[in-house]
């Protein structure tokens, strides 16, 4: 079960306001806190519950929240009011290209990411192979990461990233990884992940994907519910707008 | 437009005993469970740090003794002539303050990154404790630390210390340095990704600290010159007094050493924890 409860969440205006910015603010030679500044408000007053079993699509333009969303929903982002509970275990998935250790080994960045993503290490070994048998890198495996490609990068985390087995499962748009042959193998291996949660959430931009996979659809426009309900009728509205 | 503070953080409530599927991760934060897996994610990053240290350069781990080895050779030579001390005695002495004093930096230097370092991790993957990068780097430089002792214990008894079970006295000594290194090197992590200034600020402490310590120059010397409260305040040099004085004199270190080296990791400890709790719904902005 996943629950939000009047969630909002605002960026900070800068990322890290620096001292020198401080101390004019202070002397008043800086315009006021409260001049319009960078802030963005992501989300706005959503309340979502998605229960044990359902399989959820996330829909809406670029810039809409989607992404923002579900990381509040797996605790990346904190809200900046509202409530989040979530009941199980839960795991995310997106940004797969970041979050290497460069001058270590494909193995030991598998271990590393096996353990961050709450594995322990038994578990780990006992599915290296497997995880190593799917990206296919064989003996790249060895070489420190910082001469892979792009693709490898990707795929070297897919791997791992999918030989966990949540219970709610965050999904953020398809995955590009490698080749069309592997695009293939890839998405099996999601949907075998997929079958194995209780509780989907999935981001994408595809109708078409978001009706094969989910009973129902969220709409968010500018960080706020634009329509929840079966996603047949969530993404036909969609679709009629955007057109 | 100032930032809201989040009302209620994210729960996650346990799923129900019994019902847990091979490879689920589930571990109840503040578990006990939970602590160990922060340990073992910590122990192996900081794994892959020191064999990244270690195998880049050409003589290796021997880097890691031999340039506190040489500085405390140069040191040792000009301020025994100085303070009319026989290198005999300064040498070890200067040796191992300075190998100690290298780990409290590496913790303040390296904590400066420790958040940034992990960028990729902290905004892709939750329920890692954020404990865990900082405790990161105080593993790294506490390898190093070792490394050095074992040095030290060399250079002391190739200049004729003795070696006794009053050594077994600077373990405690020992963990208190590394609780003293995490708890600060916490407090860096948060301070300098809230305030990237504050790398600047903290440079210049840290160098001021070195020069309030007796670290190249006897304890006495402060003594004699009025300076006796720079020790009194210095926590520093109460915590390598606990290692200072079972290794270098084969004695038993005085109980306002131990007394105030409690009291500052108390207040250090508490001072992490507090930060940590204020940077934790904050912590990704501010990346």
């Known amino acids: 079960m996943v629950e939000l409860t009047s969630v909002s969440l605002t960026f900070p205006a800068q990322k890290a306001r620096s001292l020198r910015e401080r101390i004019s603010r202070a002397l008043g030679a800086a315009p006021p806190d409260d001049a ?3 802030a963005v408000t992501a ?8 229960e044990r079993g359902e399989r959820v699509g996330i829909i809406g333009f ?23 509970v979530v009941d199980g275990d839960i795991a995310c998935l997106f940004e797969l290209a970041t979050g290497f250790e460069m001058e270590a080994s494909g193995w030991d960045n598998m271990m590393t990411r ?5 594995l322990s290490r038994g578990e780990i070994r006992d599915r290296m192979r497997d995880i190593a048998e799917f990206t296919e890198l064989g003996a790249a495996l060895e070489r420190p990461v910082k001469t892979y490609s792009a693709g490898m990068f990707v795929r070297l985390a897919f791997a791992v990233s999918t030989a966990i087995s949540p ?6 748009e398809v995955i590009a990884a490698g080749d069309v042959r592997f695009q293939d193998k890839a998405r099996r291996r999601l949907e075998e992940m997929v079958d194995r949660a209780s509780l989907l959430v999935l981001v994408s931009h595809s109708m078409e994907t978001v009706r094969q996979m989910c009973r129902r659809a969220i709409w968010l426009h500018d960080g706020c519910v634009r329509m929840d309900g079966a996603a047949d009728e969530v993404t036909s509205a969609y679709e009629r707008l955007s057109s | 437009m100032s930032e809201a503070a989040p009302t209620i953080a994210p729960t996650v409530t346990p799923r129900p005993a019994g019902g847990r599927p091979p490879g689920s991760s ?15 994610i910590a122990w192996q990053l900081a794994r892959l740090d020191v064999l990244r240290r270690y195998t880049a350069t050409m003589l290796g781990l021997v880097w890691a003794v031999l340039s506190p080895l040489l500085m405390s050779a140069v040191i040792g030579i000009v301020f025994s002539n100085l303070f009319g001390m026989p290198l005999r005695e300064f040498l070890p002495y200067v040796f191992l303050n300075l190998t100690l004093w290298a780990f409290f930096a590496a913790c303040v230097d390296s904590g400066a990154i420790a958040f940034l370092a992990a960028e990729g991790y902290i905004k892709q993957i939750a329920k890692v404790s954020f404990y865990t990068y900082p405790l990161r780097m105080v593993l790294a430089a506490f390898f190093t630390l070792l490394l050095g002792l074992i040095a030290v214990a060399v250079v002391v008894v190739l200049l004729g210390g003795r070696v006794s079970a009053m050594w077994l006295l600077a373990v405690p000594g020992l963990l208190s340095w590394l609780a003293f290194g995490f708890a600060v090197c916490t407090l860096s992590a948060v301070l300098n990704t809230a305030l990237r200034d504050f790398q600047y600020l903290q440079t210049v402490g840290v160098q001021a600290l070195f020069y309030a310590t007796p670290i190249m120059f006897p304890t006495l010397l402060l003594v004699q010159h009025d300076l006796g409260w720079l020790l009194t305040w210095n926590p520093i040099y109460h915590l390598m007094m606990l290692i200072r004085v079972p290794i270098l004199y ?21 001072c992490a924890v507090f930060a940590m709790r204020i940077a934790r719904p904050r912590l990704v902005f501010w990346l």
């Open chain 1, 43 to 50: 989300l706005r007053d959503i309340g979502i519950r998605i």
């Open chain 1, 36 to 38: 319009p500044t960078s």
């Open chain 1, 167 to 172: 219970d709610v499962l965050l999904l953020d």
């Open chain 1, 62 to 84: 670029n810039g809409a929240g989607k992404t923002t969303l579900l990381k509040v929903m797996c605790g990346i982002y904190a809200p900046s009011t509202g409530r989040v």
């Open chain 2, 26 to 40: 589930q571990r109840r934060f503040g578990s006990r469970q939970a602590h160990l897996h922060t340990f073992s």
């Open chain 1, 114 to 118: 096996g353990l961050l993503l709450g």
């Open chain 2, 250 to 270: 084969n004695d038993v270190p005085e109980l306002s050493h131990y007394v105030a080296s409690a009291l500052s990791l108390s207040f250090f400890m508490s």
